[in-house]
C-alpha cells in the first residue's frame, strides 16, 4: 500500500483493511514415509509458515525412529529432544501450533502417555492420534474412541494447557 500510487506525495489515502484467514487451521503434515526433512529445513519452513500466516505444523514423519516404530517408545536422544524444543520455539515465535503426532493401539496407553508427556516437556501442547496405517484391535473405531476420551480425560484437561487432540481416523 505505502508504494502503491495512492500513496504518491508521501501520503495514504484513508483506508480500513480486513485481513485474516478463511480458514481456522492452515498448515502442513510432515507424515510421510521416507527422509525425514532436516531440522535446517524445518526451522526455515516453520519461518515461511509465520510469514505467511499458516498457523500449524503437525510432527509425524514416519521415518523418524523416535518416532514410529522401532523406538517410539524410548525417549528422543538429547540431541533429538534439543531440536524438537527449538522446533516448539520457533513455532511460539512464529505463531505456529507444533503439534506432535503418534499412531497408537490400546496395548501401548501407557507408552503414549509417557511419550506424551516427553514431548509436553520439551514445550509441545499440541498432539494427534492418528489411526491411520495400523492393523489389530487399534483399527476398532469403539476402542479410538475409548482412547480418544480416555486420553482427553488423563492428559488433555489434566494438563489444562494441551489444545484439543487432532485425529487423523
Known amino acids: 500500500l505505502t508504494e502503491s500510487p495512492a500513496a504518491a506525495g508521501g501520503k495514504l489515502p ?8 478463511d480458514l481456522p ?3 502442513v503434515v ?17 519461518d515461511f ?12 514423519p514416519k521415518d523418524d525412529p523416535y518416532h514410529s516404530c522401532p523406538n ?14 527449538e522446533l516448539v520455539e520457533a513455532c511460539n515465535r512464529n505463531r505456529v501450533d507444533f503439534v506432535w503426532a503418534i499412531k497408537w493401539n490400546e496395548e501401548d496407553y501407557n507408552n503414549l502417555v509417557r511419550k506424551f508427556e516427553m514431548m509436553y516437556d520439551l514445550g509441545v501442547r499440541s498432539f494427534a492420534i492418528f489411526f491411520d496405517d495400523i492393523s489389530g484391535e487399534g483399527t476398532n473405531p469403539v476402542k479410538q474412541t475409548e482412547l480418544l476420551n480416555r486420553l482427553n480425560e488423563e492428559f488433555v484437561r489434566a494438563k489444562g494447557d494441551v489444545a484439543p487432540l487432532t485425529v487423523c481416523p
Open 14 to 21: 484513508f483506508v480500513t483493511v480486513t485481513d485474516y484467514p
Open 30 to 46: 510432515e507424515g510421510f514415509y521416507g527422509t525425514p526433512w532436516s531440522h535446517e529445513v524445518r526451522l526455515s519452513l516453520i
Open 25 to 27: 487451521l492452515r498448515g
Open 72 to 85: 517410539w517408545r524410548l525417549p528422543y536422544p538429547e540431541q533429538e529432544a534439543r531440536q524438537i524444543r
Open 49 to 60: 509458515y509465520g510469514r505467511n500466516k499458516m498457523n500449524c505444523y503437525l510432527y509425524g
